[in-house]
């Protein structure tokens, strides 16, 4: 399922009624459509009863921009249906959008009630609200009065109970990085057009947008994308087209020979996590590669279908392998980042690098804040180090070292900085955050729509790792291996939620991965 962006819709709102011959209009009318199909499909609005009195109606509150005008073609869907409804206005309409001015003739020429908002106070006969102040027009802080309005709007919600759903976009939120604006309302449902507006699944928007409905805009806006970069959510739909089932005669040759090096003297459980997560993914032979002097410790502790050899032989070591994850509990001594040049000197094949290996990376780019702040976007990101084709799984703590750029920024910019840095570096990029995203060297991101609170727990960046490399030496390419496992590794998560809530380990996670892939196969 795609993903938009303001900018993006801004330029579907363009460019569809210029070489599709859709007008913004008709665009609109389908707008406000979806908003009453999607009400529909909630409630019985014929027989509303807000349990205070049978007058009770669907208010809608409108900005004076286009997204107030959606309300407005909704209300009169509304009116023409019998259900009743009364219409607010929100702002100075003499400064409207010129598609706001011809819904509020129509509206009312069909003498819908319309109340200026400082005239309204009929909030006890609310069956449910509806708020189109703003959408994706927002732009810097809410002003004073909104912030008001919004303010009155949620005591009257305590007051009288009633649903609040948000046209768009909850006004106040950032349709493209999720922030919102003081005084932003949480609400009950969004029904968002064309496409799930990015904002509204990155926190902390993602928290106050409610359930989210998409609603169809009447016209094909994907082909008018061109060559724009696209952002894609992983979930079921686009796993099950990902997986692969396997050939009769597959066996432990055609599956793949993994290699994961990492662990260290104070950390042996993180390579065992990520060797173990790669035999649960279907790698037909996983060895891990560790320091000597853990070595016997490790064999005492890890599943027998691991092999474990001595990272002290690493030529030897890395012969054969269809796929090298390097990183787990490698550790932060001196010594670590010539070990990881020299593998990434003698190894040529696909290469997964998590943890204690990016950090020996140290910065690889930097970012000009001032570009970020502006949205150039070519010129946010510089190389700094070339890096070689390979997937990185950095959580946000790594990145920021990676990128020389703290967190505040990161959590602000996610998706763009992902994009940048996959681009800029060609890269595969695994940013582990909530969501966790995987951003392409072609500019295409997949953000992450499942997982649960309970994956907040050590060691289960390890399991992904231990299954990205799983997937790629099945012979997935090191894309697909990367969303395929973060899918598997969330799925994996969600069926152990359900009944263990986060009393789950990452090694659960990891021999629950077969319960997801005999899913995704329909078995
Ligand atoms: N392609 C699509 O998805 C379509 C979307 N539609 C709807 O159009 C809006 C966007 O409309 P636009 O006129 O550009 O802006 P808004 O109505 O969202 O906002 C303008 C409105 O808000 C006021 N405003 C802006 N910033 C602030 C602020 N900081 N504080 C207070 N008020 C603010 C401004 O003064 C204007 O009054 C989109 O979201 C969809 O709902 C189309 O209908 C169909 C195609
Ligand atoms: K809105």
Known sequence: ??????????????????????????????????????????????????????????????????NG?????????????????????????????????????????????????????????????????????????????????????????????????????????????????????????????????????????????????????GAPWQKVLGDRDITVTIDSNLAEKLINYRIPMAHKGVNGNALIIGGSNDMIGAPILAAEAAVH????????????????????????????????AHKAMLEGRQVVAMGPGLGRTSDIPDFVDSILDSYEGPLVLDADALYALGHVGSVDKDALRDGEIESIYAVERDLPYCVMTPHLGEFSRLIDLPIKWIERHYITLAREFAKKHQVVLVLKGIPSVVALPDGTVYVNTIGNAGMGSGGMGDVLTGVIAGFISQGYSLQDSAVLGVYVHSRSADILNDTKAWGYTPSDVSTSLGCVISELLGE
């Open 281 to 312: 993914s279907g790698a037909g032979k996983v060895t891990l590669g560790v320091p000597e002097v853990i070595k016997p410790v490790v064999q005492g502790r890890i599943i027998p279908e691991v092999m474990v050899t001595s990272t002290e």
């Open 69 to 217: 005008a959606d309300g407005l073609v909704a209300a009169r869907h509304l009116m023409e249906q019998g259900v009743p409804v009364q219409i607010v206005l929100v702002g100075d309409t003499s400064k409207c959008s010129d598609l706001f001015a011809l819904q509020l003739e129509r509206c009312e020429a069909m003498g819908c009630i319309i109340d200026m908002y400082d005239e309204f106070n009929d909030w006890s006969n609310v069956a449910v609200a509806v708020e189109g102040i703003m959408g994706t027009g927002l732009t810097g802080k809410l002003r004073d009065l909104t912030v008001d309005v919004l303010h009155d709007i949620d005591t009257m919600r305590s007051q009288y109970n009633f649903d609040l759903w948000a046209i768009d976009v909850p006004a106040g939120l950032d349709a493209t990085t999720g922030q919102i604006a003081e005084g932003t309302l949480a609400y009950d449902y969004t029904v968002t057009f064309g496409a799930i507006k990015q904002g509204l699944l990155l926190y902390p928007g993602k928290a106050v947008g409610g359930i989210a409905v998409v609603a169809p805009l």
């Open 1 to 66: 399922m795609n993903i938009l962006t303001t900018e993006d819709a801004r330029f579907i709102d363009r460019e569809v009624p210029k070489q599709l011959g859709v007008s913004l209009e008709i665009l609109m009318e389908n707008a406000g459509r979806g908003i009453v199909d999607a009400l529909w499909g909630q409630y019985d609005l014929f027989s509303l009863d807000n349990a205070r009195s049978i007058n009770s109606f669907v208010l809608f509150i409108c900005g004076t921009g286009n």
